[in-house]
């Protein structure tokens, strides 16, 4: 809690740059997503339409907290952050406001976008299997759930419970399962480690490489990263549940805060950054997919093949947030 304030605190004290005469087009924007992410699409926004966007970059948590914190004050246009849980979350503290766009419903499918239409998906990132391949787990592998088979006793490689996307992926099994069955699985999950939960995606494919372990769950953009780094590592994708429900989704999305001074300038950008112009760039940029469904992945991030992707609302996921950690705390997962 006190890390999360001084974050806070240190946001506050960053100045952003001097902004433009009341009446001239501008934007400012909070964003989770790393400045190297979002500065060349900002870029290319401004060099079209000469809308200056001004940005800050930070801690999901503690830019919401700044967010709420400055209220009706805040400069803040727009909130680009990851995870559907971390835009649920925002959505639930009221710094969002719904946005009425046709352009948007029509780029973003409804499962990737807030029933109320408070946030909208800007990418799509999978959350899959990764195993090693010099292992015999490629003709095992099935399901998420399946992990949780004694098959794969001290097999797994986990990352930590404290992350938000294992929250969410835990609060999907929760929605598609029912609590009871979803901690019968992450029981199983837990049982079946390898090692403790490691701290990131990355080490827990590290951890995979080395044969600490044979498979692991993460987010597909960090195995690109990693892949692109070391190619000579033995690992591979797994694409699970396609008899079933379908691979895990999850986002990295945007809202128009509620008191923004540039409200429809602000609605205008995250309409563009839906549409084919800044989609293969928003998601390509760090390996992941668009969500706008004209537009075709990065060429290294179609090389993975194809899949059928879980259909459920990632609304869900915060949704079921507080009770998917309760979940995994009763379960021993770390």
Known sequence: MLSRLLAVMMLLCIGLPNYTSAGEEEIVVYSARNEHLIQPIFEAYTKKTGVKVKYITGDAGALLERLKAEGTNTPADMFITVDAGNLWQAARAGVLQPVSSELLESNVPANLQDPENMWFGLSVRARTIVYNTTSNAAGKLTTYEDLANENWKKRLILRTSKKVYNQSLVASLIAEHGPEKAEQ??????????????????KALEAVAAGIGDVTVVNTYYFGRLMKE?????????????????????????????????????????????????????????????????????????EWGTFTGNPMNVAKYGELQGEAIMLMDRAGYK
Do not use: C, R
């Open 185 to 202: 699985i992450v029981t199983g999950w837990v049982a079946n480690l390898a090692a403790d939960p490691f701290s990131n995606d990355t």
């Open 230 to 302: 070391k190619p000579e590592l033995p690992l591979a994708i797994f694409w699970p549940n396609q008899s079933t429900n379908g691979v895990h989704m999850n986002v990295s999305g945007a809202g128009v805060t509620s008191h923004a001074k540039h409200k429809e300038a602000a609605i205008k950008l995250l309409e563009w950054l839906s549409g084919e112009e800044a989609q293969g760039q928003f998601a390509g940029l760090n390996m992941e997919y668009p969500v706008n469904k004209t537009v075709s992945p990065d060429p290294v991030v179609a």
